[in-house]
T-cell receptor, first 110, second 109 residues
Framework: DSGVTQTPKHLITATGQRVTLRCSPR?????VYWYQQSLDQGLQFLIQYYNGEERAKGNILERFSAQQFPDLHSELNLSSLELGDSALYFC?????????FGPGTRLLVL | SQQGEEDPQALSIQEGENATMNCSYK?????LQWYRQNSGRGLVHLIL?????REKHSGRLRVTLDTSKKSSSLLITASRAADTASYFC?????????FGAGTTVTVRA
């Protein structure tokens, strides 16, 4: 158990819909990262927050957004969902160098 | 895009044998990390090697890093059935981790 929690574990929704994924980092970690894992793209870095501020951006679509709240939990919002957004979404938190991954949210867009 | 590329893509070995996988990358790094993933579950951090280090050990794991060749290797000694998983290298630069496609290791009893 990494200490990073993600909810929900599974999510099934329809194209065009909007969903919110939630992540709680390990106690004391200020950084939160979001990743997408799909069969065709592999593991892709989406975005990083540090103590509430966006620090780095990767291959995140404009339809996706994230934020980190004062209690350090983070949410990833996915809107106007497409079939290709079906993937595993991971959150990770960091103590500086090492990233600790949550169990992921499996999103299926039908 | 993925910076790291693991080789081989898949590896099948007998329990007790050693497993070696390689990772090549393209740009400068702060450190390189290896992770394990069991069938679609979360990634587990195995080991981190900094750019100024050449070799690191952790239990049955040995990692090497050659920054001149932009490559790293992960050796798992005396493999066990529980080592069956996908292994990913990830390069760390500018607050971003870039993962390779992974090596799938199957350890046969």
């Amino acid at each position: 158990d990494s200490g990073v929690t993600q909810t929900p574990k599974h999510l099934i929704t329809a194209t065009g819909q909007r969903v919110t994924l939630r992540c709680s980092p390990r106690s004391g970690d200020l950084s939160v990262y979001w990743y997408q894992q799909s069969l065709d793209q592999g593991l892709q870095f989406l975005i990083q927050y540090y103590n509430g501020e966006e620090r780095a951006k990767g291959n995140i679509l404009e339809r996706f957004s994230a934020q980190q709240f004062p209690d350090l939990h983070s949410e990833l919002n996915l809107s106007s969902l497409e079939l290709g957004d079906s993937a595993l979404y991971f959150c990770a938190s960091s103590d500086g160098e090492t990233q600790y991954f949550g169990p992921g949210t499996r999103l299926l867009v039908l | 895009s993925q910076q790291g590329e693991e080789d081989p893509q898949a590896l099948s070995i007998q329990e007790g044998e050693n497993a070696t996988m390689n990772c090549s990358y393209k740009t400068s790094i702060n450190n390189l990390q290896w992770y394990r993933q069991n069938s679609g579950r979360g990634l587990v951090h195995l080991i981190l090697i900094r750019s100024n280090e050449r070799e690191k050990h952790s239990g049955r794991l040995r990692v090497t890093l050659d920054t001149s060749k932009k490559s790293s290797s992960l050796l798992i000694t005396a493999s066990r059935a529980a080592d069956t998983a996908s292994y990913f290298c990830a390069t760390d630069f500018d607050y971003k981790l870039s993962f390779g496609a992974g090596t799938t290791v199957t350890v046969r009893a």
